[in-house]
C-alpha cells in the first residue's frame, strides 16, 4: 500500500503468503469528496513469487537466440557463461530431479525446454527446444506479450544478481520504474558492495526521470519491535537523500506487529530526511544531467520547479491527461508538493459530463512529491471554461488538504490550445 508522506511515497505490502484476514493489517481505500473530485492517497502492491530457480551469465551479456526444435545444454555448474549451446542453471539438484519427458519454463513461461536426456553425475540435462523465443531480453519479450492493448501497463524492473547490475543501463532502458531489492541483491553481490549499487541505480533512475523505489528490511526490527535501530532509521534517510522516489515496508507492515506505528516512523524519517535536502542545488545538479536539447515540455516543467523554488511556491498545479507533464515536474524535484489534477478529454460534439482515466492517477503514485487527484467536468465544453474550474476545484481541494492558506503563491502548468503556460496564482 502506498501513502503519500510529503514528498515521499511510502508502499507497504508483502509476499502474498503473507496477506491473510488477519496479518493484512491496512486495507487500500479511495476518498471521494463532494467536488467530483477522487485522490488515490493508497495503492496496493503484491508480490507473488516462489522459490526462484535462475538462469546463469551469458557470454558478454548478449541475449541468446532459441529456435523451436534445436537442443540445449544445461549445467548446473553456474559458473559457466551461456551461449545457444549449452545455459546454467542455479539449482543444483536439476538433472536429479528431472526426467525425460519433463517440461522445462523459462522466463516467467515464454520459453519451453522437454528434457531428453539427464545426466546426474555431471549434472547435465539435455532438452529441446518447444518454441522459438530469446533469452536475456525478458522486458523486450513481456512487452511484446502485452501488445497494444496492454501499452499502459507501467513495467517495474528489479535487479537480483551481478548481471543485473551489469546490465543495469540496459534493463533501465526498457523499464518504466525500477526496484532496488536489496534483499535479493545482497545474497549475489558482496555485501560491502550493496550500498554503491543502491547509490549508482537511484541516481541513473534520476536522471532518466523514471521513478524508483527502495525495498527490503528498511525497518525490519519493527516486525517485532515497537521502535527502530538507529541503523534502520539511518537506512530509509539515506535512502530519501539518495534521490529514491519511494521508501517501500513488507513484512513489517504484512506480518509485523506494530504496522501503523512503523508507517507513523517511516514518515517522520522521510519528512525530516526532506527537510533537510538543499533543493536549489539538486535543482542545478539535475539540470547538469538534463538532456539537451530539451523537449519543449520538459523545458517548460523544469522552468516552472525552477520559478516555484524562486518564489517560494506553497505548491505546484499541474493539469494534465495523461500525467507526462506532471511526471516530468517531479523529475526536476520541486521543494514543495505537486497537485496533479488529470483532467478528462474534452468533446465538442457532447455536453455530456465526463471523468478522467484512473490509469494516470494511479501511475502517478510512485513518483515523488505527486499528489494525483482525478477530476470532473460540468457540461462546459469550452476549454477556458473548464481550465478555469478546474483550477478552483484544485484551489479548494488544497485548502481542504492544508498545502495552502490565503495569500499563498501557486505555480500552475497547463496548457491553452497547443500552447503550454506557466501561472503564478496567488490563493484567495
Avoid at 553481490?189 to 541516481?203: D, G, S, Y
Avoid at 523537449?295 to 523554488?309: D, F, G, R, Y
Avoid at 455530456?352 to 501511475?363: I, L
Avoid at 494525483?372 to 465544453?381: C, H, R
Wanted: proline share 4%; with cysteine; hydrophobic share 40%.
Amino acid at each position: 500500500m502506498e501513502n503519500v508522506l510529503g514528498g515521499q511515497s511510502l508502499l507497504v505490502g508483502g509476499h502474498e503468503d503473507e496477506k491473510d484476514e488477519d496479518s493484512m493489517h491496512v486495507r487500500a481505500t479511495v476518498k471521494c469528496n463532494t467536488w467530483n473530485l477522487t485522490d488515490y492517497e493508497y495503492s496496493q502492491i503484491v508480490m507473488s513469487t516462489g522459490p526462484e530457480i535462475r538462469t546463469g551469465f551469458l557470454k558478454d551479456g548478449k541475449p541468446v537466440q532459441l529456435k523451436q526444435g534445436m537442443e540445449i545444454l544445461i549445467t548446473t555448474d553456474y559458473s559457466l557463461k551461456g551461449d545457444e549451446n549449452m545455459i546454467c542453471m542455479s539449482y543444483t539438484k536439476l538433472a536429479e530431479d528431472v526426467q525425460p519427458g519433463s517440461v522445462i519454463l523459462c522466463s516467467d513461461g515464454t520459453i519451453s525446454l522437454t528434457v531428453l536426456a539427464c545426466d546426474k553425475d555431471l549434472g547435465l540435462v539435455r532438452c529441446r527446444c518447444e518454441n522459438s523465443a530469446v533469452l536475456g531480453s525478458d522486458l523486450l519479450e513481456v512487452r511484446k506479450l502485452l501488445g497494444n492493448d496492454g501499452k499502459n501497463i507501467l513495467l517495474m524492473s528489479k535487479v537480483e544478481n551481478q548481471e543485473g547490475v551489469a546490465n543495469f543501463d540496459d534493463i533501465l532502458a526498457n523499464s518504466d520504474a525500477f526496484m532496488v531489492a536489496r534483499g535479493d541483491l545482497g545474497m549475489e553481490i558482496p555485501i560491502e558492495k550493496i550500498f554503491l549499487a543502491q547509490k549508482v541505480m537511484i541516481n541513473k533512475a534520476n536522471i532518466k526521470g523514471k521513478p524508483v523505489v527502495t525495498a527490503t528490511q528498511m525497518l525490519e526490527s519493527m516486525i517485532k519491535s515497537p521502535r527502530p535501530t538507529r541503523a534502520e532509521a539511518t537506512d530509509v534517510a539515506n535512502a530519501v537523500l539518495d534521490g529514491t522516489d519511494c521508501v517501500m515496508l513488507s513484512g513489517e507492515t504484512a506480518a509485523g506487529a506494530y504496522p501503523e506505528l512503523t508507517v507513523q516512523t517511516m514518515s517522520r524519517i522521510c519528512l525530516e530526511a526532506e527537510n533537510f535536502i538543499d533543493y536549489g542545488h539538486l535543482f542545478k545538479t539535475i539540470m547538469a544531467t538534463a538532456p539537451m536539447p530539451m523537449t519543449p515540455l520538459e523545458s517548460m516543467a523544469s522552468s516552472a520547479v525552477k520559478t516555484a523554488n524562486t518564489i517560494k511556491a506553497a505548491f505546484m498545479l499541474v493539469l494534465t491527461k495523461g500525467g507526462t507533464t506532471a511526471k516530468l515536474v517531479s523529475k526536476y524535484r520541486p521543494s514543495m508538493p505537486i497537485l496533479s489534477m488529470i483532467v478528462p478529454e474534452i468533446r465538442t460534439d457532447s455536453f455530456e459530463g465526463s471523468c478522467s482515466d484512473e490509469a494516470p492517477a494511479r501511475h502517478s503514485l510512485i513518483y515523488r512529491g505527486l499528489m494525483p487527484v482525478l477530476t470532473s467536468v460540468s457540461g462546459k465544453v469550452h476549454h477556458s471554461e473548464s481550465t478555469e474550474e478546474t483550477i478552483e476545484m484544485a484551489f479548494q481541494y488544497a485548502k481542504m488538504k492544508g498545502l495552502c492558506k490565503p495569500g499563498d503563491s501557486v505555480v500552475a502548468l497547463h496548457k491553452i490550445g497547443t500552447a503550454s503556460v506557466i501561472k503564478i496564482l496567488r490563493v484567495q
